[in-house]
């Protein structure tokens, strides 16, 4: 198998977008950027956000299910994807210029989407991940980015395929595969618990070979979501399926995977730190320049901070449900939005947290994952 053959217009706070464009109105001084957030009002309808992290105008686009993570475009600037949470079955390609839908379609029968996709370096094809519900294993579709329609797919290399990720080499994937067996007849009731495995599987885009595969120690900890720095290096954030917080591991949720001679490590943790964290972990988000990374825990209310280049835990703070983590426009901040409708921004010099900073959105509650451009 070959690749190559394969408006809804609101106020915040009072304040109009009143822009009809976006992205051509990012002045330069606009260093914050343009938030791309999944979220939901009080009447839990659900919408992509696209908001003006300096002024915080925004747009809302309303979804037809709740959304989860998005990719942009490599090459045209405008387009942006997001993809439905587990088990949902909506793919939208949305203009973030102008604030609406391009195009939306549903995954094919006896399958969902995991909420992440991936471009090729090219643009050219969509890397959606998927779960083959009936014969219970993950597939990794490779899709036409305009059109949205399915053109081939590869295996993921493991059950639960939740995120993926482009390597620096622009010629492989990683895939974190959750290990964790669901069907949409029982929600998201996890049907393997004794039988888990989750993986980081590396697959070579050209061909869809599996070039190497890893394993964490405690086969309970579900590995969900990634970032991949310049480096290659892997950051996952797990959750652990230990039935009883008694029996959850006590040594650390996170990992990062830097030499591919052996499995990932565990960044060690403080036992109290970890017990903290309610055996769940969210978003990973690497900073390049300070040798960073942010990690958030929403049902811990816990943000953690990692020297990366030490593998050691640099400060955490208490902050109620924190949910999407990225990088400012100017990579200055670390931007956090929670579940209540706060945006934080946090120094990525100093790990601090600028409370001049901190906004608060009425009305809306952000979820999972967020991108700024």
Same mark, same amino acid.
């Given at each position: 198998?070959?690749?190559?053959?394969?408006?809804?217009?609101?106020?915040?706070?009072?304040?109009?977008?009143?822009?009809?464009?976006?992205?051509?109105?990012?002045?330069?001084?606009?260093?914050?950027?343009?938030?791309?957030?999944?979220?939901?009002?009080?009447?839990?309808?659900?919408?992509?956000? +696209?908001?003006?992290?300096? #002024?915080?105008?925004?747009?809302?686009?309303?979804?037809?299910?709740?959304?989860?993570?998005?990719?942009?475009?490599?090459?045209?600037?405008?387009?942006?994807?997001?993809?439905?949470?587990?088990?949902?079955?909506?793919?939208?390609?949305?203009?973030?210029?102008?604030? %609406?839908?391009?195009?939306?379609?549903?995954?094919?029968?006896?399958?969902?989407?995991?909420?992440?996709?991936?471009?090729?370096?090219?643009?050219? @094809?969509?890397?959606? #991940?998927?779960?083959?519900?009936?014969?219970?294993?993950?597939?990794?579709?490779?899709?036409?980015?305009?059109?949205?329609?399915?053109?081939?797919?590869?295996?993921?290399?493991?059950?639960?395929?939740?995120?993926?990720?482009?390597?620096?080499?622009?010629?492989?994937?990683?895939?974190?595969?959750?290990?964790?067996? *669901?069907?949409?007849?029982?929600?998201?009731?996890?049907?393997?618990?004794?039988?888990?495995?989750?993986?980081?599987?590396?697959?070579?885009?050209?061909?869809?070979?599996?070039?190497?595969?890893?394993?964490?120690?405690?086969?309970?900890?579900?590995?969900?979501?990634?970032?991949?720095?310049?480096?290659?290096?892997?950051?996952?954030?797990?959750?652990?399926?230990?039935?009883?917080?008694?029996?959850?591991?006590?040594?650390?949720?996170?990992?990062?995977?830097?030499?591919?001679?052996?499995?990932?490590?565990? &960044?060690?943790?403080?036992?109290?730190? *970890? +017990?903290?964290?309610?055996? @769940?972990?969210?978003?990973?988000?690497?900073?390049?320049?300070?040798? *960073?990374?942010?990690?958030?825990?929403?049902?811990?209310?816990? &943000?953690?901070?990692?020297?990366?280049?030490?593998?050691?835990?640099?400060?955490? @703070?208490?902050?109620?449900?924190?949910?999407? $983590?990225?990088?400012?426009?100017? %990579?200055?901040?670390? $931007?956090?939005?929670?579940?209540?409708?706060?945006?934080?921004?946090?120094?990525?010099? #100093?790990?601090?947290?600028?409370?001049?900073?901190?906004?608060? &959105?009425?009305?809306?509650?952000?979820?999972?994952?967020?991108?700024?451009?």
């Amino acid at each position: 198998m070959s690749i190559s053959r394969r408006s809804l217009l609101k106020t915040a706070i009072s304040i109009p977008f009143l822009s009809s464009s976006l992205l051509a109105c990012q002045a330069k001084s606009d260093s914050l950027g343009l938030m791309l957030a999944a979220c939901a009002d009080q009447t839990d309808q659900n919408y992509i956000a +696209l908001l003006r992290l300096e #002024t915080l105008e925004y747009k809302l686009i309303p979804l037809t299910e709740r959304g989860h993570a998005f990719a942009c475009h490599p090459h045209i600037l405008n387009q942006a994807i997001i993809v439905a949470r587990r088990p949902g079955r909506s793919l939208t390609l949305v203009d973030i210029d102008v604030g %609406k839908v391009i195009t939306r379609i549903s995954s094919k029968p006896n399958r969902h989407f995991y909420g992440h996709c991936s471009y090729s370096p090219d643009g050219q @094809y969509l890397l959606t #991940t998927e779960n083959d519900y009936e014969n219970g294993y993950g597939v990794v579709s490779i899709r036409d980015s305009q059109n949205l329609v399915m053109i081939d797919e590869i295996p993921s290399f493991g059950i639960g395929p939740h995120d993926l990720q482009l390597m620096p080499d622009h010629e492989t994937i990683v895939v974190a595969n959750g290990g964790i067996l *669901t069907h949409p007849d029982t929600g998201r009731r996890k049907l393997n618990l004794n039988e888990m495995k989750p993986s980081l599987a590396y697959i070579d885009l050209a061909d869809g070979g599996l070039i190497d595969q890893y394993y964490l120690a405690d086969p309970k900890l579900s590995i969900r979501h990634i970032d991949v720095n310049h480096l290659g290096d892997v950051g996952i954030a797990t959750q652990d399926q230990a039935e009883y917080q008694s029996d959850a591991n006590q040594t650390s949720l996170i990992a990062i995977h830097k030499n591919k001679d052996r499995q990932p490590d565990l &960044i060690p943790l403080p036992k109290e730190i *970890t +017990l903290t964290l309610n055996q @769940y972990t969210a978003d990973f988000c690497f900073e390049p320049n300070h040798d *960073t990374a942010l990690v958030s825990s929403p049902r811990g209310n816990r &943000i953690l901070i990692f020297d990366t280049k030490n593998q050691t835990l640099k400060e955490y @703070y208490h902050v109620n449900q924190p949910s999407a $983590v990225a990088l400012s426009r100017d %990579k200055n901040y670390y $931007v956090v939005s929670t579940a209540n409708g706060e945006i934080i921004f946090i120094d990525t010099k #100093t790990s601090t947290i600028k409370t001049e900073m901190i906004q608060f &959105i009425d009305g809306l509650r952000w979820d999972n994952h967020m991108t700024v451009v």
